[in-house]
């Protein structure tokens, strides 16, 4: 039984019925930790589907080891952000119930953009949630608590089930995390927030990663050799909407007739690194997508691979033969 997924192996969206095996509602756990909590609810509750999501892999391994020596076949970790979790992996309704305990504050300004509960985060979640659903926060952080509160009401989309907006300290049966122990040993208050939906967003968000299926190559016509291209290589950014991609370095193998260029793609929050193998051949120049880290193929990935061979063209003067990116 292996309850890690990746986004390698899954659809956008995904189809939770065929992974579970079942049709059940699904609830999901952002930044689970040790996974002590969702653990917790997936034994106590077999009737429900668990998913959760987690930027730290070696949280992710723990946890999955945790469940597959508890037999709990109703719980996935898959290491992602959440952002992307709940946008792209989930269609409208599909989620019933969402927790996040003790989510990172992130309270820098140059940190923001990995903040959980912004106005994007209330958008995304009300056009995916289910209407009988709630999402669920625990925090120790009064500053995160009404950043929260001001960021699900603000465009009407949620709705408070507590009078002022929370309660002071956990309900009684809400299994305690391993952060809620901690700020408890230390005395400290803790808030529970939880939102309803009222209405969805005018709008419906769109998931901004596109993967594709094909390969993406291009051939060149040939160029000398690969120095000559591991010389002129000086590293470079380009940006097209929500893609960017930034080449950081080129490197030759020691019989010289291949290259590995190293880059940085971002299809909005997705972000991964790539090798672009670029091998020298007598009757043509192949540029391609390595697989050796498997990266998920986006329109991001495509672009990186498409730009440098049109780099390599302009700079080295030749012409491509194909181009499949
Ligand atoms: C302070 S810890 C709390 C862990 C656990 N929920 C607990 O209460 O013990 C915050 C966790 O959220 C994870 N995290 C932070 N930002 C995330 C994001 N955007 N998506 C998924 N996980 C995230 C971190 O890796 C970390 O494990």
Avoid at 61 to 72: C, D, F, G, Y
Avoid at 94 to 99: A, F, M, P, Q, V
């Amino acid at each position: 039984m292996n309850t890690i997924l990746k986004l390698q192996s899954l659809r956008i969206p995904s189809d939770w019925s065929a992974v579970f095996g079942r049709h059940a509602p699904i609830h999901l756990e952002i930044g689970f930790g040790d996974g002590r909590f969702i653990i917790n609810l997936a034994q106590r509750n077999p009737e429900t589907n668990f998913v959760g999501v987690e930027v730290a892999y070696e949280f992710v391994k723990k946890a999955s080891r945790k469940a597959e020596l508890a037999n709990l076949w109703n719980v996935k970790f898959i290491p992602i952000d959440a952002y992307i979790a709940i946008g792209c992996l989930f269609k409208r309704n599909d989620l019933h119930t969402l927790y996040s305990n003790f989510p990172d504050p992130w309270p820098r300004k140059r940190h923001a953009k990995r903040r959980l509960f912004t106005q994007e985060f209330a958008f995304i979640l009300a056009d995916r949630i289910h209407p009988d659903g709630r999402a669920i926060l625990a925090t120790d952080s009064p500053e995160f608590r009404d950043f929260a509160l001001e960021n699900m009401l603000k465009d009407g989309y949620f709705a408070s089930e507590f009078k002022n907006g929370y309660l002071k300290g956990l309900p009684d049966n809400y299994p305690r995390t391993k952060y809620a122990e901690k700020w408890l040993a230390e005395g400290k208050e803790l808030y529970f927030l939880s939102f309803k939906l009222v209405q969805r967003p005018e709008r419906p968000f769109i998931c901004p990663i596109k993967r594709s299926t094909i390969m993406p190559h291009v051939i060149l016509k040939p160029i000398e050799n690969g120095k000559d291209f591991v010389t002129a290589f000086q590293p470079f950014d380009l940006r097209y909407g929500e893609i960017f991609v930034r080449y950081v370095r080129a490197f030759l193998s020691q019989d010289m007739k291949t290259a590995m260029v190293e880059a940085y793609v971002g299809d909005w929050r997705l972000v991964q690194r790539i090798l672009i193998a670029i091998k020298f051949r007598r009757e043509e120049t192949l540029v391609k997508l390595d697989h050796i880290n498997h990266p998920v193929v986006t329109e991001g990935v495509k672009l990186a691979v498409k730009q440098i061979a049109m780099w390599i063209a302009e700079k080295f003067d030749v012409e491509p033969i194909a181009v499949k990116a």
